[in-house]
């Protein structure tokens, strides 16, 4: 490794472990394709890398979107004509059900990354489809409904 200094400022300049977890990330055998991070001073790493605040937190499969889900949130996505956040959506597994409750500030903190006319139109859908659910939910009788079975159903006679 050469000794050159690591610009003041700079993550993963050159000599740090890589978090992936294959080394230091620059060495005379290896290049890596990741780049050097400014990080402007005075902030803290989870706020430039936000997957290392909690690192050790493993999401149990039950939590994450289903197949069904992910399909549901596709065809819908592609309605809006917003397809390519799908990847964005099911990371942060925000799936139909989350997008029902999802808030207008989360919206803007989940799709920050995207340009601003994006994430209007996405929170302009967002929010009608909440209207429109809100519309049938309205309508509809919440009482379970158990159908009549006669006593003698499963006697044998």
Not at 53 to 67: G, M, Q, T, V
Not at 81 to 107: D, H, M, S
Request: charged share 15%; aromatic share 8%.
């Amino acid at each position: 490794m050469s000794n050159t200094p690591i610009p003041v400022g700079f993550v993963n300049g050159g000599h740090q472990p890589n978090p992936v977890g294959h080394g230091s990330i620059h060495d005379t055998h290896h290049r890596c394709s990741q780049q050097p991070t400014f990080v402007p001073p005075n902030v803290p790493p989870s706020q430039v890398f936000p997957e290392t605040e909690y690192p050790e937190i493993d999401i149990p499969d039950s939590a994450k979107l289903s197949n069904g889900e992910k399909l549901m949130l596709l065809k819908l996505l592609k309605d809006w004509n917003l397809k390519f956040l799908f990847r964005t959506l099911n990371e942060a597994l925000v799936g139909i059900e989350a997008l029902q409750f999802i808030t207008p500030a989360q919206c803007e903190s989940m799709l920050n990354s995207y340009p601003l006319g994006i994430r209007i139109k996405f929170t302009a859908k967002v929010t009608q489809l909440q209207r429109d659910y809100s519309r049938v939910s309205s309508h509809c009788d919440h009482r379970v409904h158990v159908p009549h079975v006669p006593m003698y159903a499963n006697s044998y006679m």
